[in-house]
């Protein structure tokens, strides 16, 4: 079983900057692909970001290519996204995802196994 737990989300006026983390539990972490997803009220579950397991290759969506960041620290077995230039369109539900196997598609939501619970994202204009 795998635990996975979103931090970092808030109110920010468009133009600023937010980190999310998420802590992993219950399985070596290291071993898998971790990705981002966010939601907007009323519309589909869209991805956002993806990382390796080694955290060696990184994948984005092209609206937040060039802004936002992932990154993993297997040490602390977290997996942070560093959110640089926000957006009102940013403004979603931020979910981290872990896969157990090696994906064919890393950016469909349906290929990740475990979700967490969500962090709220604000971006005022």
């Known amino acids: 079983q795998v635990q996975l737990v979103e931090s970092g989300g808030g109110l920010v006026q468009a133009g600023g900057s937010l980190r999310l983390s998420c802590a992993a539990s219950?399985?070596?972490?290291?071993?898998?692909?971790m990705g981002w997803f966010r939601q907007a009220p009323g519309k589909e579950r869209d991805f956002v970001a993806t990382?390796?397991?080694?955290?060696?290759?990184?994948y984005y969506a092209d609206s937040v290519k060039g802004r936002f960041i992932i990154s993993r620290d297997s040490a602390k077995n977290t997996v942070d996204l560093q959110m640089n230039s926000l957006k009102p369109e940013d403004t979603a539900v931020y979910y981290c995802?872990?896969?157990?196997?090696?994906?064919?598609?890393?950016?469909?939501?349906?290929?990740?196994?475990?979700w967490g619970q969500g962090t709220h994202v604000t971006v005022s204009s």
């Open positions: 990382i390796t397991s080694a955290g060696t290759s990184t």
């Open positions: 995802a872990l896969v157990l196997r090696v994906p064919r598609w890393p950016d469909r939501p349906y290929e990740y196994d475990y």
């Open positions: 219950g399985r070596t972490f290291s071993s898998y692909r």
